[in-house]
């Protein structure tokens, strides 16, 4: 089933980025909105209003995310190595690798070795 919406905001124009939907909203046009996405949106009395679906409005349904975008989402920060100085990039070898990098290694040379420590450890 699906529940007539309308943006009442402030913003001239406004894009749904949170429930899912996409939907650029034009402030007094109801959309037909997917009931559970519609409960949630309806609760934000400031931004959100019901109203009477126009015949012949197509339902917009949320887009869920993937399993993969969910679990990307998850994952932590990638370093960028190539900011680090030497003996902090030393360290890290050492704490989170167990790896003892050479010295006398050029600057690059310490980065590549940590970026292949961090792909074999996946």
């Given at each position: ?89 030393r ?30 450890a996946?």
């Open positions: 089933m699906a529940t007539g919406v309308k943006y009442i905001g402030k913003s001239e124009d406004h894009t749904d980025r949170i429930y899912g939907t996409g939907l650029k909203f034009v402030p007094g046009k109801v959309y037909s909105i997917e009931d559970s996405v519609a409960k949630k949106m309806l609760a934000h009395t400031d931004a959100y209003a019901p109203g009477k679906i126009p015949p012949g409005t197509k339902m917009v349904r949320a887009i869920t995310e993937s399993d993969e975008e969910n679990a990307r989402r998850n994952d932590p920060p990638m370093l960028d190595f190539t900011r680090m100085p030497d003996s902090e990039l360290d890290f070898a050492r704490m989170h690798y167990n790896e003892q990098l050479p010295s006398h290694a050029k600057h690059q040379t310490l980065v590549d070795r940590l970026v292949s420590f961090s792909h074999r996946r």
